[in-house]
């Protein structure tokens, strides 16, 4: 099946660093959502994106449509404690069943110890 | 606004026994609704999803089935549950549009089958 290629896997962060993620593909994409999943909670939707080359913000994140509709990436500013936990991209394949999204295998952002 | 329950929060059952896992949206209409399984916080899984009552397409030959008796209400169910049901099982809704594919996750059920 289609697969979406999520990196890094993980990543320590300490406060007040950058962070950066993102997710690629072989395929093209309409549609790239992000996620935020706290530990035993359901993932909770952080940012839309509808259009090749879209950059959106939400606060101190912001996350792009690559031009090519095969990538996203995800960047947080000044990254505070609470920014742990696993980000997920997701995204609806050109072409895909309505609804069935695509989910990458995740990035967990722990703390630096 | 609306809002997406599941229930029980947590499970544990024996092998062999029946499950029924429950999940219903307030606040909307109409929606499109799934279920995926995550397995070690990693890797969500789509197990079945639903754009109306009755109807129900289901991604992974498995062990368990989905049922949508109400709008808003979707069940997961198992008659014999084996040991790789373990997981935790989300439901989603989105908004049942054209090009609309934000889906909104519930809080979970961390089943685990011993």
């Known amino acids: 099946g289609q697969q979406l290629n999520q990196s890094p896997q993980s990543m320590f962060i300490q406060e007040g660093e950058d962070v950066s993620m993102n997710c690629t593909s072989s395929?093209?994409?309409?549609?790239w959502l992000w996620y935020k999943q706290d530990p035993g909670e359901g993932p909770v939707l952080l940012i839309a994106l509808y259009k090749a080359g879209e950059l959106t913000s939400n606060g101190r994140l912001t996350a792009q449509f690559g031009i090519t509709r095969k990538d996203s990436f995800l960047n947080i500013s000044a990254s505070i404690p609470s920014d742990v936990g696993i980000y997920f991209c997701a995204g609806q394949l050109r072409g895909g069943s309505q609804g069935n999204l695509i989910f990458g295998k995740g990035t967990k952002l722990s703390v630096k110890p | 606004s609306q809002t997406i329950h599941q229930w029980p929060a947590t499970l544990v059952q024996p092998v062999g026994s029946p499950l029924s896992l429950e999940c219903t949206v307030e606040?909307?209409?109409?929606?499109?609704l799934y279920w995926y399984r995550q397995a070690a916080g990693r890797g969500l899984q789509l197990l079945f999803y639903s754009v109306g009552i009755g109807q129900i397409s289901s991604e992974v030959p498995q062990n368990l089935s989905a049922s949508r008796p109400q709008d808003r209400q979707f069940i997961l169910s198992s008659k014999k549950l084996l040991l790789s049901d373990s997981g935790f099982y989300l439901c989603?809704?989105?908004?049942?549009?054209?090009?609309?594919?934000?889906?909104?996750f519930g809080p979970g059920t961390r089943l685990t089958v011993t």
């Open positions: 989603a809704w989105s908004v049942r549009a054209i090009e609309t594919y934000e889906q909104y």
């Open positions: 606040g909307t209409s109409n929606p499109n």
């Open positions: 395929s093209i994409f309409n549609t």
